[in-house]
């Protein structure tokens, strides 16, 4: 296993690495949470928007501040928190990294991870496989045209610890400017993925991918390349192949890389047409699965129909469809999408249904067929839909099989999840 990169924090300033300041260089207060009796299934108090009492409504975060913006949700498979999911997210009131665990019974939200500028913006999280302690990819934002400049990484090297962060790269800000970073373990080792500058690349900027710190490696530059990211790891590869969706070079294309070296990477154009790679997310069928074995799958957000849409590969070709299209004059559904697959092999997508006026909803789709007929057999419910909810949605399943979805209250300025009932039985909505 490689040596983790937190032992230093530093900054690259031409080609060498300067030690920061202890003033900024110091780790956050970390991991001593205090507990938030919000609610979920087991204890808290909570409430049920859904008069079918299918999902449970938690209030993670959000009492004193505006926060749940760029939030990730994940789940450790080991560890004390095994099976008990945690979320990175922005506050955006005090410009600040911040952290929740769910413990069985309440959410403990602890002190900022990170406070030093504005940072917290775009994270993504994901738990080492090894010992199932947090990691979370995220952006600081400097100066006063709220630019970003540096991809770092925090982490928790154990849970009795404070948080340690790193800078990971500090030329994001080009042109058109990164809107989410996507961090995976592979082969026992945090990897990001994210839009930055990297000089000889079309545009100077694109799709960047770091094994390590200050080393990025290009995938594909271009004005809108990387603009959107999410990475996902092949488990049916035994290098764990790397691969990611992406917004594409041109006005809102979808594309897909992967590499069996991290060096090296293979481009698809999965949706060559405007407006279809703004928003996506990115998940692989398991190596056992019955027709598409260790297959990658992608849900998107298709803003020429404004409709939540589903591709996937199957063998060289990518095939999609529509999961639900807007029928409700003014209506957009699709953005924030987040991509799981079920224990039965079958997809599951929460998404954000919007209005040009009026309130905004979280929905979850899942497709429930006796097939893998992707283009029809979709079922989906309204989680939330007290004001303007449901974007920056992130799903995960349960290991008691159940999806699990954090998402943002607008109206509030709240971070939230939704817990999936296991006692009432699913029933189609109308569109």
Not at 163 to 176: D, I, K, R
Not at 326 to 354: T, W
């Amino acid at each position: 296993m490689k040596p983790l990169h937190f032992a230093v924090i530093g900054l690259l300033v031409g080609s060498a690495l300067v030690a920061l300041t202890p003033a900024q260089a110091q780790p956050s207060a970390g991991p001593k949470m205090a507990t938030k009796d919000a609610g979920g299934p087991g204890g808290g108090e909570a409430y049920d928007c859904d008069p079918r009492l299918k999902w449970r409504i938690t209030v993670v975060d959000g009492a004193d501040a505006d926060v749940g913006e760029y939030n990730s949700l994940a789940i450790p498979t080991v560890g004390p928190y095994s099976g008990r999911p945690g979320i990175s997210y922005w506050d955006r009131t005090n410009g600040d990294l911040k952290y929740a665990q769910w413990n069985g019974s309440q959410w403990q939200v602890g002190e900022p991870v990170d406070s030093v500028g504005d940072v917290g913006r775009l994270t993504s999280l994901a738990f080492s496989p090894d010992e199932g302690l947090p990691y979370i990819s995220y952006v600081s934002y400097y100066g006063v045209d709220l630019t970003p400049h540096w991809l770092k990484v925090a982490c928790l090297p154990d849970w009795e610890m404070d948080w340690q962060t790193a800078v990971w790269y500090t030329e994001l800000n080009h042109g058109y400017a990164a809107h989410s970073s996507s961090l995976k373990f592979r082969l026992g080792t945090p990897v990001v993925a994210v839009r930055g500058h990297y000089p000889g690349i079309p545009h100077d900027a694109g799709l960047l991918y770091f094994e390590e710190p200050l080393v990025p490696t290009p995938i594909e530059g271009g004005k809108y390349a990387g603009y959107r990211c999410s990475m996902a790891i092949d488990p049916a590869d035994s290098n764990e192949r790397p691969a990611i969706a992406y917004t594409g070079p041109d006005w809102g294309v979808l594309k897909y890389a992967s590499s069996e070296d991290a060096a090296d990477w293979d481009i698809d154009n999965v949706v060559y047409e405007d407006d279809a790679g703004w928003f996506c997310s990115l998940a692989f069928f398991p190596p056992a699965h019955p027709v598409f074995p260790g297959q990658p799958a992608i849900a998107y957000h298709d803003g020429n129909t404004d409709s939540l849409n589903f591709a996937w590969r199957d063998g060289d070709d990518w095939n999609h469809c529509i999961v639900v299209r807007a029928v409700e004059r003014g209506a957009v559904l699709g953005r924030y999408p987040s991509l799981a697959i079920l224990p039965n092999g079958h997809p599951a997508i929460s998404f954000a249904k919007d209005r040009l006026s009026g309130p905004a909803e979280l929905r979850y789709a899942y497709h429930n067929a006796n097939n893998f007929n992707f283009c029809e057999g979709w079922n989906w419910d309204t989680v939330d839909d007290e004001g303007q909810v449901g974007s920056h949605t992130s799903l995960a399943i349960l290991p008691t099989r159940l999806p699990v979805i954090s998402y943002y209250d607008t109206t509030n300025g709240d971070l939230k999840c939704a817990f999936r009932r296991a006692s009432v039985d699913v029933e189609v909505d109308e569109r």
